[in-house]
């Protein structure tokens, strides 16, 4: 499965992945996902917001366990973020038929659609759909970086957006999901294990910061008479890491677009996008307000209009401690339970269901990058982890 999937949406000169929402790479990985459910004979079907699911079992019979991930990426990113937790959900299931398990509760797999938000600026919108926390307005109103909107990219690959929005019935046929996933750090790595239980998800959102100056000849114009945004921006980018230094949160202006984006031009327009995340609310709060008073505070000394909207926002997720401690007792009560400061769709749908995860050991902690890795024998135990939890939970 891994050899089958690992060439998809793979750029050459990177060795990164570009497989975004609604391109032909995302067309691939949805082909390869329903190849692997037909051939072990599970019920195929893509719901009304685009997520692929496999079922055993009667899919409307309610209290389902569901695995499963994403298969989309960030711009160059890594071969196990999203990924691992497909595959393991198939292998998992593989694991289960050889140890001739009787089911007492429907089993799915499932693929959410555009989990990094690569494309369309925002994160997990398929779960977002599914769970009503992105109504069908907003999300007509996604576009990408060449102004077509998502109900555009849907169409073009062949799916109807007219009925994406909230979908409470799928929702309530499931009893509990546990998403597996590499991890993005490397708490594991220094403990010593290869599996870890989440606890919690940090609060984390984006917000664009659009820095209006003036255009002019950047050959000819005098610094005194210069609005140049670039200054501020730049400024706002330092703020931005002393603020989090000090709180003891991240933030990282990660993505920039410059107008008019000319070597000999001095910008009329900076737009860059804030990612923070904290351990809490009032953290986050704090970091975020200090980075915007420091970008105003230079925007005012540089002669630049600033204008900073939130694009997304996700409060903190605290995973159904039911769920949570019923994974560690399954697994033997001594996994380490751990907490991270990167989105999920488990995250998201834990306001709609019972939800868990489990993360498999990441040797250098690098994630969002080629450089992304798991080790096999890690891969293995985390496929034998899910196997147990899926036996526990759905099994007589």
């Known amino acids: 499965m891994w050899g089958d999937l690992a060439p998809i949406g793979r750029d050459a000169d990177t060795r990164g992945y570009r497989r975004y929402a609604w391109t032909e790479a995302d067309r691939d990985c949805r082909a390869w996902f329903q190849a692997q459910a037909e051939s072990r004979g599970l019920t195929f079907e893509v719901d009304h917001n685009g997520n692929q699911w496999a079922w055993l079992g009667d899919p409307c019979a309610g209290d389902a366990v569901v695995t499963g991930s994403h298969l989309d990426s960030v711009p160059d990113g890594g071969a196990f973020d999203g990924p691992l937790g497909v595959v393991s959900s198939f292998a998992a299931l593989d694991e289960l038929r050889g140890r001739d398990v009787q089911f007492s509760r429907p089993l799915a797999i499932t693929n959410f659609g555009d989990e990094e938000g690569a494309r369309f600026g925002l994160a997990c919108v398929g779960s977002r759909l599914t769970s009503g926390q992105l109504t069908r307005e907003a999300a007509y109103e996604l576009r990408d970086g ?9 169409e073009r690959a062949g799916y109807d957006p007219s009925r994406i929005g909230p979908d409470p019935e799928r929702l309530a046929r499931i009893g509990a999901f546990v998403e597996l996933h590499v991890e993005q750090g490397r708490a594991l790595d220094l403990s010593g294990d290869r599996v870890g239980i989440a606890s919690a998800i940090w609060p984390h959102g984006r917000w664009r910061f659009d820095f209006h100056g003036e255009a002019n000849h950047a050959g000819t114009t005098r610094l005194v008479d210069r609005r140049d945004p670039m200054l501020t921006y730049a400024e706002t980018v330092l703020a931005a890491r002393r603020e989090a230094e000090l709180a003891g949160a991240v933030a990282t202006f990660g993505k920039i677009a410059v107008e008019p984006n000319g070597v000999n031009a001095i910008p009329s327009l900076v737009r860059g996008w ?37 694009e997304s926002f996700t409060p903190v997720v605290e995973f159904e401690h039911a769920l ?17 400061g990167a989105g999920h769709d488990a995250g998201i749908l834990s306001g709609s269901i019972p939800t868990a995860m489990l993360f498999v050991r990441n040797p250098t902690g690098v994630s969002h990058s080629p450089a992304e890795f798991a080790a096999e024998d890690d891969c293995v135990a985390g496929v034998l982890a899910l196997a147990d939890v899926l036996e526990g939970l759905a099994c007589s």
């Open 146 to 154: 060449a102004g077509i909107t998502l109900p555009q990219a849907m």
């Open 324 to 340: 949570r401690d019923e994974l560690n007792k399954i697994l033997g009560g001594a996994v380490p339970v751990l907490g991270t």
């Open 274 to 310: 804030l990612d923070s995340r904290a351990a809490d609310q009032a953290t986050l709060d704090t970091v975020v307000t200090a980075i915007e008073r420091a970008a105003k505070e230079r925007a005012e000394r540089d002669g630049i209009d600033l204008r900073v909207v939130r």
